[in-house]
């Protein structure tokens, strides 16, 4: 059975920085795509950034509000998927999910629809 586990959830200052880590078991993080997702408190959830898999070249797409400041990458070895977050303000908390689509002929889209796979989440806080 797939399993997504994300960890790396703090609270951290306005201005801060923190990375995301999303364990994979079980499928092959390198070879679908895969996203970050965030729902703050009593809102829907978006998209925040997405990889495509290897075999399309690792592409990626960023919502527009963390570009620049959001990387999304992959350790294929370890099969991990991390969400590096900078220049952190209170307006990204909320809780963060990983996401993975099935099969690697996908493109890197920020619609949870897409995916089939989901973790359980992990907070980010970010105080002013």
């Not at 925040?48 to 290897?54: G, L, Q, T, Y």
């Amino acid at each position: 059975q797939v399993q997504l586990q994300e960890s790396g959830g703090d609270t951290v200052q306005d201005g801060g920085s923190l990375r995301l880590s999303c364990a994979v078991s079980e499928y092959s993080a390198s070879m679908t795509c895969m996203a970050w997702f965030r729902q703050p408190l009593g809102k829907g959830r978006e998209g925040v950034a997405a990889i495509s898999s290897m075999l399309t070249h690792n592409k990626t797409k960023y919502h527009d509000s963390v570009k620049g400041r959001f990387t999304i990458s992959r350790n294929n070895a370890a099969n991990i998927l991390y969400l590096q977050m900078s220049s952190l303000t209170p307006e990204d908390t909320a809780a963060y999910y990983c996401a993975a689509d099935r099969g690697p002929w996908c493109n890197p889209n920020l619609d949870a629809n897409d995916y089939v796979f989901w973790g359980q989440g992990t907070q980010v806080t970010v105080s002013s």
